[in-house]
């Protein structure tokens, strides 16, 4: 059984969590949290096709230059080589999960 309470824990970018919940080389599945005025860098994924789900918040994903608002128990899939960057622009915390596969791993271009 696994939970964001008993999975491994990371930190990214500016102070944003992660959790694994499944890390394989074939999938992977993390729940993440980005406090208010967070973001990630704006990249692609070669070969790794990805869905963001959210759980709380709104998350906000510019996917090709398309500005994208997602709402709690809304998603998102984002094929490979598209070029995307979340972000939480509200004044409140935002935790999703993003299912990658296979894993980008090693298939991420930061632009």
Same mark, same amino acid.
């Given at each position: 059984? &696994?939970? @964001?309470?008993? !999975?491994? +824990?990371?930190?990214?970018?500016?102070?944003?969590?992660?959790?694994?919940?499944?890390?394989?080389?074939?999938?992977? &599945? &993390? +729940? =993440? @949290?980005? %406090? $208010?005025?967070?973001? =990630?860098?704006? /990249?692609? /994924?070669?070969?790794?096709? #990805?869905?963001?789900?959210?759980?709380?918040?709104?998350?906000?994903?510019?996917? =090709?230059?398309? @500005? /994208?608002?997602?709402? !709690?128990?809304?998603?998102?899939?984002? !094929? %490979?080589?598209?070029? +995307? #960057? !979340?972000?939480?622009?509200?004044?409140? $915390?935002? =935790?999703?999960?993003? &299912?990658? +596969? $296979?894993? $980008?791993?090693?298939?991420?271009?930061?632009?």
């Amino acid at each position: 059984m &696994i939970s @964001k309470e008993n !999975a491994e +824990h990371y930190v990214w970018g500016d102070s944003c969590d992660g959790w694994y919940l499944v890390n394989r080389q074939d999938m992977l &599945i &993390i +729940h =993440e @949290k980005m %406090p $208010p005025d967070t973001r =990630e860098t704006r /990249h692609f /994924h070669s070969v790794s096709r #990805q869905f963001f789900f959210v759980l709380q918040g709104v998350l906000t994903m510019e996917l =090709e230059g398309e @500005k /994208h608002e997602i709402n !709690a128990q809304q998603g998102l899939e984002i !094929a %490979p080589g598209l070029k +995307h #960057q !979340a972000r939480n622009d509200s004044g409140y $915390p935002v =935790e999703f999960l993003v &299912i990658s +596969h $296979p894993t $980008p791993r090693g298939d991420r271009t930061d632009l």
